[in-house]
């Protein structure tokens, strides 16, 4: 039985290890890609550990892989709501444990890990993060590559979301053009990043910034940062 400062590079790797991969081919090459990025996996395990309760018994932190996605759960629902893990200052439960794990470089204890993650996810064009919490316990999903046609409702308005969370908290704002960049929508289709927008204000997850300027020119913001 390792503790966290010995053991936690050998979860990574072993996690890694067995994730599924994908076959791509290049110019010349063909090579196997894992199919979640190591930078989303360190992060999240590394979380699910320095927040969980410990003062639930029976249970600890848990990393379920399936086809399709990559789930993890640890004891204690979060200290701040799943829709503000991005914007809010972090809040730990264990201090002594996120000092320590910060000391040894397993985390930073600034509250930039999910911002990494949700940042690394739209670079490789994956389904967004979901953040849950259930019966006292915090889960978060990894979702394999989906095809944006594939995809259901509450996954486009779910992406938009946190796209425009991300977009607001570097200082920017989330625009038509922004969005087709992270879904890989081409130019000449804009209106279906517009029909995508127009889900998650209805969903009263984002709001226009500025409704004086016309429609093409217009910047989204988080709802709760109206």
């Not at 029976?58 to 640890?74: D, K, Q």
């Not at 979901?130 to 594939?150: N, P």
């Not at 087709?180 to 209805?202: Q, V, Y």
Request: proline share 4%; hydrophobic share 35%; net charge neutral.
């Amino acid at each position: 039985m390792y503790g966290y400062a010995v053991g936690f590079e050998g979860l990574i790797k072993y996690i890694n290890d067995i994730l599924p991969s994908n076959e791509v081919i290049g110019q010349a090459f063909r090579q196997n890609v894992k199919m979640y990025p190591e930078i989303c996996i360190r992060e999240l395990v590394a979380n699910a550990l320095l927040h969980q309760d410990f003062s639930q018994t029976g249970n600890s932190v848990m990393i379920e892989i399936y086809n399709n996605r990559i789930e993890i759960t640890n004891p204690g629902e979060p200290l701040i709501n799943t829709d503000r893990f991005l914007d809010n200052p972090p809040r730990s439960r264990n201090e002594a444990l996120a000092s320590f794990m910060r000391r040894i470089n397993i985390c930073e204890e600034r509250g930039s890990g999910i911002d990494k993650v949700v940042s690394t996810t739209e670079s490789y064009q994956l389904p967004a993060p979901s953040f849950e919490t259930k019966d006292g316990y915090t889960i978060v999903i990894l979702y394999a590559h989906k095809e944006l046609k594939d995809m259901y409702k509450d996954e486009k308005i779910r992406a938009c979301y946190l796209h425009c969370c991300l977009k607001y908290i570097q200082k920017d704002y989330m625009t038509n053009t922004t969005l087709r960049e992270r879904f890989g929508i081409d130019t000449k289709n804009s209106s279906l990043a517009s029909k995508i927008i127009n889900l998650a204000i209805e969903d009263g997850k984002i709001a226009i910034y500025d409704e004086s300027v016309g429609a093409k020119a217009r910047a989204y913001i988080p709802i709760w940062a109206k």
